[in-house]
């Protein structure tokens, strides 16, 4: 490589280009350092089962789609190093016929956003090797900051187009589906249903607690998109006034009945995490129990089960406990991995033979495993949230290149 990775210069040569040039401005810089003969940016698609490359072209290669001079080319996952360098969250070096090639994964707090890819005259040695990393990991702050401004990662990350109700839904869910800190890790994954359900999940971290809900409103495509807008945004509203968990529930419930129409309702669940006791308080309304592994074994967490939101307004909602112990993995879900379609999904089973995943990944196996069982026609929304609690005292994570150490190989 030729002289050292420069965050500063790298940052203040994006800074100068336009929102949408920045990935290639990153991409130019890295190639300039590493003496690399082509770099490319791969972007998760929305399906989790592909990868997009985004590049800038004159011409339509086959199977590519273009807007104006951008390009997309869908890459599948399954099987490949991109596959591995996804899961594991570890760069990977290979010798190929085109020469040497550097995979990095492009990740922020264990969210994967994607992979930098390289086409190098040599083997790197293992401080270029580190300075590729972190060139990923800069990669991933500049995506973060510079999809604000453009649709363009939006629109290559779509292989397949949505509907208005895919929209309104996609707009619901947090910007990152992965989280890890000292204390936890959290990855959540939805499959919507060809007729767009309502489900929704959410979670929010802050200097004392985390906050996670999981929720499932009745209907399908716009409104029940809509219906779930009402309460995901009334619960985020209460959440940022500051409000105890059982004010926020009693105003969300009481939300949603002064603006939705008779008969309509909202499933879920809502989870608070006291990050300094470890004490997780939780309120159930009409949801699905969860799915708790602890020491190998897995069970439902029994808890009392309250009315749906929107069914009687000023409802008393129980703020119940939650029992949770340092090692425990807790899944999340909603009907739709529980569907009369599904029915050859034993989701308990194989979240029995999750151990060894991350979060992340056992997400994404459970939807997987779903469309499976369901031959790709789901009837509902499915939805899945993994919690892995850690616990201890509040404290920094061990992590490298934006992804926690070891979490991987769990």
């Given at each position: 490589m030729s002289p050292r990775f420069d965050l500063r210069s790298l940052l203040d040569r994006v800074e100068s280009a336009a929102p949408i040039d920045a990935v290639a401005a990153v991409a130019d810089q890295l190639a300039v350092l590493s003496d690399a003969t082509k770099v490319s940016f791969l972007i998760t698609d929305f399906s989790g089962h592909a990868l997009v490359r985004l590049s800038t072209a004159e011409r339509t290669p086959d199977g590519t789609r273009t807007r104006g001079p951008e390009a997309a080319e869908t890459v599948p996952l399954d099987g490949t190093v991109y596959d591995e360098v996804l899961r594991t969250q570890q760069a990977d070096v290979s010798v190929t016929d085109r020469g040497v090639r550097m995979v990095v994964p492009v990740t922020d707090r264990g969210d994967a956003m994607g992979l930098l890819e390289l086409m190098l005259p040599v083997a790197p040695d293992e401080e270029v090797q580190a300075d590729i990393r972190a060139a990923g990991h800069a990669l991933a702050y500049v995506i973060i900051a510079n999809r604000r401004h453009t649709d363009l990662f939006e629109w290559g990350q779509r292989t397949t187009p949505f509907s208005l109700a895919a929209e309104i839904q996609r707009r619901l869910l947090p910007a990152a589906f992965t989280c890890e800190a000292g204390q936890f890790t959290l990855a959540g994954w939805l499959e919507p249903a060809a007729s767009v359900g309502g489900d929704t999940f959410d979670y929010a971290l802050d200097r004392d607690a985390l906050q996670v809900s999981i929720t499932d409103a009745v209907g399908h495509e716009v409104s029940a998109s809509l219906l779930a807008t009402l309460l995901v945004g009334s619960l985020r509203n209460e959440r940022r006034r500051g409000l105890p968990l059982d004010e926020q529930v009693h105003n969300a419930d009481v939300a949603l009945a002064e603006n939705a129409e008779p008969g309509q309702f909202v499933t879920g669940q809502v989870m608070r995490v006291d990050l300094r006791t470890g004490h997780a308080q939780i309120v159930n309304a009409g949801h699905p129990l969860p799915l708790r592994l602890r020491d190998g074994r897995v069970e439902e967490v029994e808890l009392a089960v309250d009315v749906p939101f929107g069914v009687e307004p000023g409802w008393p909602f129980r703020v119940q406990e939650f029992?949770?112990?340092?090692?425990?993995?807790?899944?999340?879900?909603?009907?739709?991995?529980?569907?009369?379609?599904?029915?050859?999904l034993d989701?308990?089973?194989?979240?029995?033979?999750?151990?060894?995943?991350?979060?992340?990944?056992?997400?994404?196996?459970?939807?997987?495993?779903?469309?499976?069982?369901?031959?790709?026609?789901?009837?509902?929304d499915a939805t899945v949230v993994c919690l892995d609690w850690y616990g201890g005292p509040p404290r920094a994570r061990d992590s490298d290149g934006g992804a926690g150490r070891g979490l991987a190989s769990r």
């Amino acid at each position: 490589m030729s002289p050292r990775f420069d965050l500063r210069s790298l940052l203040d040569r994006v800074e100068s280009a336009a929102p949408i040039d920045a990935v290639a401005a990153v991409a130019d810089q890295l190639a300039v350092l590493s003496d690399a003969t082509k770099v490319s940016f791969l972007i998760t698609d929305f399906s989790g089962h592909a990868l997009v490359r985004l590049s800038t072209a004159e011409r339509t290669p086959d199977g590519t789609r273009t807007r104006g001079p951008e390009a997309a080319e869908t890459v599948p996952l399954d099987g490949t190093v991109y596959d591995e360098v996804l899961r594991t969250q570890q760069a990977d070096v290979s010798v190929t016929d085109r020469g040497v090639r550097m995979v990095v994964p492009v990740t922020d707090r264990g969210d994967a956003m994607g992979l930098l890819e390289l086409m190098l005259p040599v083997a790197p040695d293992e401080e270029v090797q580190a300075d590729i990393r972190a060139a990923g990991h800069a990669l991933a702050y500049v995506i973060i900051a510079n999809r604000r401004h453009t649709d363009l990662f939006e629109w290559g990350q779509r292989t397949t187009p949505f509907s208005l109700a895919a929209e309104i839904q996609r707009r619901l869910l947090p910007a990152a589906f992965t989280c890890e800190a000292g204390q936890f890790t959290l990855a959540g994954w939805l499959e919507p249903a060809a007729s767009v359900g309502g489900d929704t999940f959410d979670y929010a971290l802050d200097r004392d607690a985390l906050q996670v809900s999981i929720t499932d409103a009745v209907g399908h495509e716009v409104s029940a998109s809509l219906l779930a807008t009402l309460l995901v945004g009334s619960l985020r509203n209460e959440r940022r006034r500051g409000l105890p968990l059982d004010e926020q529930v009693h105003n969300a419930d009481v939300a949603l009945a002064e603006n939705a129409e008779p008969g309509q309702f909202v499933t879920g669940q809502v989870m608070r995490v006291d990050l300094r006791t470890g004490h997780a308080q939780i309120v159930n309304a009409g949801h699905p129990l969860p799915l708790r592994l602890r020491d190998g074994r897995v069970e439902e967490v029994e808890l009392a089960v309250d009315v749906p939101f929107g069914v009687e307004p000023g409802w008393p909602f129980r703020v119940q406990e939650f029992p949770l112990e340092p090692g425990d993995r807790i899944v999340f879900v909603t009907d739709g991995m529980q569907e009369r379609n599904a029915a050859e999904l034993d989701v308990a089973a194989a979240l029995a033979g999750s151990t060894e995943l991350h979060p992340r990944e056992v997400v994404h196996a459970l939807g997987t495993a779903v469309m499976r069982a369901t031959g790709g026609q789901l009837r509902d929304d499915a939805t899945v949230v993994c919690l892995d609690w850690y616990g201890g005292p509040p404290r920094a994570r061990d992590s490298d290149g934006g992804a926690g150490r070891g979490l991987a190989s769990r």
